[in-house]
């Protein structure tokens, strides 16, 4: 496992160990499905994935107070995926963000909007076994919150949970799929990818939209999400945002003293172990 290292200063009485893990890409299929999820689970092959992730699961029982998945935890909707999902969250040290390959029928194939996902949603009934839109946990005085942002938007009833999060009164970190935009993790993500190709980032402004029209209208913030990235940007109680989605790892600030860690990928064996004091 590449482990990468970090640290959050909070000022806690005992120092906190966490796990942070994201886009584990689990490509499982079996009879119940059709053809067409066989041969997306053949094309990704999935030995190496499963025992990476539970390779680092095992590290994260051993060492870590908690263990953050951001998401992507598997490539796309099948039986076999939800099984395997369920067995994997209900890891009582496991806390989830649900990422976009959660609602994902056949990767990349549809404009991923609401109805697309709640049609997925309802096809993993009775769910994961775990939230997916929204939740948190309080671990070690510290109230973790994982906001489901993997369409890069919030909605309304994002921010009114959130804030009701706050008025507990403890710091929090927020866990989310997709970062938010800054433009130094904007500047470094463009800079791996192809002349023409984009980023997409939660919160980017139209100067930094993909020049596709396609993504720039799936990424252009709709409804609350500027206001909420603002939100999570400034609000003093809100100390770190945990998020992946983007494949390479990355720590920047996205204000002064309010560091974002973007953290590479599970399925290539990836993992940042964040301790916080
Ligand atoms: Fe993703």
């Known amino acids: 496992?590449?482990?990468?290292?970090?640290?959050?200063?909070?000022?806690?009485e005992r120092p906190l160990k966490i796990l942070h893990i994201t886009?584990?890409?689990?490509?499982?299929?079996d009879e119940r499905d059709n053809e067409r999820k066989k041969a997306l689970a053949e094309?990704?092959?999935s030995n190496d994935r499963e025992k990476y992730l539970q390779e680092q699961l095992a590290y994260g029982r051993e060492h870590s107070d908690?263990?953050?998945h951001t998401g992507d935890l598997i490539d796309f909707t099948?039986?076999?995926n939800f099984d395997f999902a369920r067995k994997i969250l209900a890891e009582e040290k496991l806390f989830f963000a649900a990422g976009n390959h959660e609602f994902s029928q056949y990767v990349g194939e549809a404009y991923e909007d609401f109805a697309y996902k709640m049609n997925s949603f309802r096809e993993m009934m009775p769910?994961?076994?775990?939230?997916?839109?929204?939740n948190a946990r309080i671990v070690g005085g510290v109230n973790f919150v994982s906001i489901d942002d993997s369409y890069h938007q919030f909605e309304?009833?994002?921010?009114?949970?959130?804030q009701k999060e706050i008025e507990k009164g403890l710091p929090i970190v927020v866990c989310l799929h997709a970062p938010l935009f800054e433009q130094s993790l904007y500047d470094y993500h463009i800079s791996l990818t192809r002349p023409g190709s984009s980023t997409y980032l939660v919160g980017c402004d139209e100067e930094h939209l993909p020049d596709?029209?396609?993504?720039?209208?799936?990424?252009?913030?709709?409804?609350?999400t500027a206001e909420m990235v603002e939100f999570i940007k400034s609000q003093p109680q809100i100390k770190a945002v945990l998020a992946g989605h983007v494949h390479f790892s990355y720590v920047s600030d996205l204000v002064h003293g309010k560091p974002q860690f973007v953290t590479g990928c599970g399925y290539k064996n990836v993992a940042r172990e964040l301790t916080i004091l």
């Open 43 to 45: 094309r990704l092959g």
């Open 23 to 29: 886009d584990s890409h689990i490509a499982l299929c």
């Open 66 to 68: 908690l263990i953050v």
């Open 127 to 134: 769910g994961l076994g775990a939230p997916l839109f929204f």
């Open 78 to 80: 099948s039986h076999a």
């Open 156 to 162: 309304p009833w994002q921010m009114t949970k959130l």
């Open 212 to 224: 596709d029209e396609w993504r720039a209208i799936e990424i252009r913030p709709r409804g609350i």
């Open 1 to 12: 496992m590449e482990l990468e290292k970090s640290t959050l200063q909070i000022g806690l």
